[in-house]
């Protein structure tokens, strides 16, 4: 029955599981992970960069700063692979189905899938408040 569906409107149907699987990843990127702390390194990230602009001639100010930055983005880096491990498999097991009902009914159903994808996330990590 799903797959009939699937068949008889191709781009809707995979506009909606994208937007599905980019839901659930949303969530479990929301609920797996430190939102407050994400938030609040990407606020030291931005000041740095401020910081870098103000201090261009002083190369030992600018390297404390860059460290500081690198920091924080290992810090970032730890936060966001979390919900990555959880969803890679079952992504990866889900694409790997799509693209066999997909292949045959709508040639460049990736480039559906991506761009809905990409459209969805932007809007509901901005719902959902995810950082």
Same mark, same amino acid.
């Given at each position: 029955?799903? #797959?009939?569906? $699937?068949?008889? %409107?191709?781009?809707?149907? +995979?506009? !909606? /599981?994208? $937007?599905?699987?980019?839901? @659930?990843?949303? !969530? /479990?990127?929301? %609920? $797996?992970? *430190?939102?407050?702390? &994400?938030?609040?390194?990407?606020?030291?990230? =931005?000041?740095?960069? @401020?910081?870098?602009?103000?201090?261009?001639?002083?190369?030992?100010?600018?390297?404390? #700063?860059?460290?500081? &930055?690198?920091?924080?983005?290992?810090?970032?880096? =730890? *936060?966001?692979? =979390?919900?990555?491990? #959880?969803?890679? +498999?079952?992504?990866?097991?889900?694409?790997?189905? &799509?693209?066999? @009902?997909?292949?045959? &009914?709508?040639?460049?159903?990736?480039?559906?899938? @991506?761009?809905?994808?990409?459209?969805?996330?932007?809007?509901?990590?901005?719902?959902?408040?995810? *950082?």
């Amino acid at each position: 029955m799903v #797959i009939e569906y $699937f068949s008889m %409107y191709p781009k809707t149907s +995979i506009v !909606l /599981v994208s $937007f599905f699987v980019t839901l @659930i990843m949303t !969530l /479990v990127t929301k %609920y $797996f992970t *430190h939102q407050s702390r &994400i938030k609040e390194l990407k606020e030291i990230q =931005k000041s740095c960069k @401020i910081k870098l602009k103000d201090n261009q001639g002083n190369s030992q100010k600018i390297e404390e #700063i860059n460290k500081e &930055i690198f920091e924080c983005s290992m810090e970032l880096m =730890k *936060h966001t692979m =979390k919900p990555t491990l #959880i969803t890679f +498999i079952p992504l990866l097991l889900l694409l790997g189905w &799509i693209r066999g @009902i997909y292949t045959t &009914i709508l040639p460049g159903w990736i480039w559906w899938y @991506i761009a809905s994808g990409i459209i969805s996330s932007m809007a509901l990590r901005k719902v959902l408040k995810v *950082h």
